[in-house]
């Protein structure tokens, strides 16, 4: 029996060892040179940022209020929050999001997680910087359907938004394609993945994964191959692969004019993907264990067919699960909400005066205070104060209302211009309960 004081991966390697002797089992990876995996997968101390477009804090300011606003298309009714929501891994949760053509897109909305480290940008590559990339979707038609020159003067007719690009560019202060694409993606590159328990293993916490995610990492790194491609503290080798899919998109191949790289996509990060479900540059497979079942079971044999990928990977299920189990440690344990973007202010009902409205917190997974009584005509508010992600449902006398998805920073604000009794609850955490009695006004 193992010494209750040893560490968890001491455990697990000591596992490894004993089954080694007696002939070892077939879920059991073999051992990890841990120095080694935990140098390659430090994470930087420090975001990149080009010399052109250096980072500043109104820069950046400037580029997530641009993400979020609507003149930037056509209609004025999409901005780039509508494809790439925060807690969805700045992704959108469908395969294809639908175009203005009412038909689904080409390709799979991609997150924007660590961009400020990347090479080249879309999924077959053909943007060379942020910069470029930013204004791509503004005029695609079937994406924003907008047009870059007509959204430069509804923002040049904005006089708050002209002080902003002043304030974003003293050297240049015009509203200008030019600033517009730095600021957007000065804004993108802050989106950088927060720490999760991968990490914390990394720097050296033997404690941080438990026996099976330590043993999904081994057959990552080992037996499963994963790690051919995805490499670094971001998972990615910032090349193109094709990985036996059964689309027909050829993908990197036209954007080189080479045929060897047809069928080949950019390797996607593994960073806080448990939230941007479905996989793969078509949306074509739906979880985790899909993911590992394809590379396992299911790639299309073809001449163009990857060279860094196994032709045949023998994983028993329970090496699937641990494989599943390790991806899911380079996630959040709730979507997490980078704080350059800014919090966002929603209204439900007639909301007369919000500047005196009462506000109730969040904090814990928990409305405090749990009940709260009102006259008719007052507002409240809900402060997401908490670290999760929330969303607020009210139901009461001829009224029912649900929030967005209120990440932390928001603010939900609730008019009650009917008398009665009133339940609030969390959508994601239906644990949290609100009562809230309002009287009738005097």
Not at 21 to 47: N, S, Y
Not at 167 to 177: I, Y
Not at 184 to 207: I, M, N, Y
Not at 346 to 368: C, E, H, N, P, W
């Amino acid at each position: 029996m193992l010494r209750k004081g040893l560490s968890r991966t001491g455990r697990v390697l000591a596992g490894l060892a004993l089954a080694a002797l007696v002939g070892g089992a077939a879920d059991t990876p073999a051992p990890l040179d841990i120095a080694h995996w935990r140098q390659v997968f430090a994470r930087p101390d420090h975001t990149p940022t080009p010399g052109d477009n250096p980072a500043t804090p109104e820069k950046v300011a400037l580029g997530a209020k641009l993400f979020e606003d609507a003149r930037l298309s056509g209609a004025g009714d999409v901005a780039c929050a509508s494809c790439h929501q925060a807690e969805l891994s700045f992704s959108d949760g469908v395969d294809r999001h639908v175009g203005h053509d009412g038909q689904p897109l080409d390709r799979r909305t991609p997150p924007l997680w660590n961009l400020a480290w990347g090479l080249s940008f879309f999924w077959d590559g053909r943007a060379p910087s942020l910069e470029t990339q930013a204004m791509v979707p503004i005029e695609n038609a079937r994406e924003m359907a907008g047009n870059l020159q007509t959204a430069l003067r509804a923002l040049s007719a904005d006089p708050q938004m002209r002080q902003e690009f002043a304030r974003a560019f003293p050297d240049d202060p015009a509203v200008t394609q030019a600033n517009l694409a730095k600021a957007l993606s000065a804004f993108q590159r802050t989106l950088v993945s927060p720490e999760t328990r991968f990490d914390r293993w990394v720097k050296g916490d033997d404690t941080a994964l438990e026996p099976d995610e330590l043993a999904g990492f081994s057959l990552f790194v080992g037996k499963a191959g994963c790690v051919a491609c995805h490499q670094g503290w971001r998972f990615t080798d910032e090349a193109f692969h094709d990985i036996g899919l059964t689309s027909g998109d050829k993908g990197r191949g036209p954007v080189l004019g080479v045929g060897a790289a047809d069928h080949a996509f950019k390797t996607p990060s593994l960073r806080e993907r448990v939230w941007s479900a479905p996989y793969m540059h078509d949306g074509s497979l739906t979880t985790f264990e899909d993911v590992v079942d394809h590379y396992a079971d299911r790639v299309v044999q073809r001449s163009t067919l990857s060279a860094d990928l196994p032709r045949r990977i023998a994983l028993s299920a329970g090496e699937r699960a641990q494989l599943v189990a390790f991806l899911n440690t380079l996630s959040s344990d709730d979507p997490p909400r980078p704080a350059s973007l800014p919090a966002r202010t929603m209204a439900l009902g007639a909301v007369a005066d919000a500047v005196s409205a009462s506000t109730i917190s969040q904090k814990d997974r928990r409305f405090t205070p749990g009940a709260v009584i009102l006259k008719a005509g007052d507002a409240l508010r809900i402060l997401n104060d908490d670290t999760r992600v929330h969303n607020v449902r009210l139901d009461g006398p001829g009224k029912s209302f649900s929030s967005d998805a209120q990440n932390p920073g928001d603010t939900v604000t609730i008019g009650f211009d009917q008398p009665g009794h009133y339940d609030v609850i969390c959508g994601i955490h239906p644990e949290m309960r609100l009562s809230v009695d309002v009287a009738q006004a005097r």
